[in-house]
């Protein structure tokens, strides 16, 4: 069966530390790849998009990768700061699907502390 | 300011009682979906709409109907509701026209306990 899995546990984090998140996903094979940050209460914010045929994407502080052959991605905050504690989502765009039917993994939360 | 609304935004209900929840969008988005969130489930799709007058089953469609008459409107209709519809439920847009480079943008959630 399909599945895409994020380490369920919490990521405690000291600010200004690298936090690495992992995205794994079996039986699919993604044409694209995102990720969203969400915050208590609140509706997921996009933040990157990967191709299948990028190996990595950066916007200012973030970095994604993704490897089609680990079936992985990972994500990467850098310098971490306090605000960026969230629930981080990674969701796949099956190549194959109708529609644009994202499908989600069930998220990481990060708690960088002072 | 771009946005995707849903209202209410909290609604306590009890069993059987047909509810609306409301999804609009100002951005003229060609798609919607709605989505609920359970934890340890994760966000799961309960329909989508990939243009007016026309809908589709998500994941979990069951106990749930949705119209698109307008392009900005997306209403999730719960005909008798249950308690195992209890969640968080949001809406979601996106322009649908390169796949390559669209992103959701989300409603704020509306959350719904079922007595």
């Known amino acids: 069966s399909q599945k895409i899995e994020q380490n369920s546990e919490a990521l405690n984090i000291q600010e200004g530390k690298t936090a690495t998140l992992t995205c794994n996903y079996t039986?699919?094979?993604?044409?694209?790849l995102q990720w969203y940050r969400q915050d208590p209460g609140r509706g997921p914010v996009f933040l990157l998009l990967?191709?299948?045929?990028?190996k990595e994407k950066r916007k200012e502080r973030l970095k994604v990768t993704f490897d089609t052959t680990l079936k992985q991605s990972l994500f990467h905050i850098t310098a971490s700061q306090p605000a960026d504690s969230a629930t981080y989502l990674c969701a796949l765009d099956p190549i194959k699907a109708a529609g644009n039917k994202l499908t989600f993994g069930g998220g990481t939360r990060v708690l960088v502390k002072p | 300011e771009a946005q995707v609304t849903q209202n209410p935004r909290y609604l306590i209900t009890v069993t059987g009682k047909k509810l609306t929840v409301t999804c609009s969008q100002n951005m003229n988005h060609e798609y919607m979906s709605w989505y609920r969130q359970d934890p340890g489930l994760g966000l799961r799709q309960i329909y989508y709409?990939?243009?007016?007058?026309?809908?589709d089953k998500g994941d979990v469609p069951e106990g749930y109907k949705v119209s698109r008459k307008e392009k900005r409107n997306f209403p999730l209709i719960l005909e008798s509701p249950s308690p195992n519809q209890t969640s968080l439920y949001f809406c979601?847009?996106?322009?649908?026209?390169?796949?390559?480079?669209?992103?959701?943008?989300f409603g704020p959630g509306t959350r719904l306990t079922v007595l």
């Open positions: 990967i191709r299948e045929n990028e």
């Open positions: 709409s990939m243009n007016v007058e026309v809908t």
């Open positions: 979601a847009s996106s322009h649908n026209r390169d796949r390559s480079t669209d992103t959701q943008y």
């Open positions: 039986n699919y094979s993604p044409a694209y």
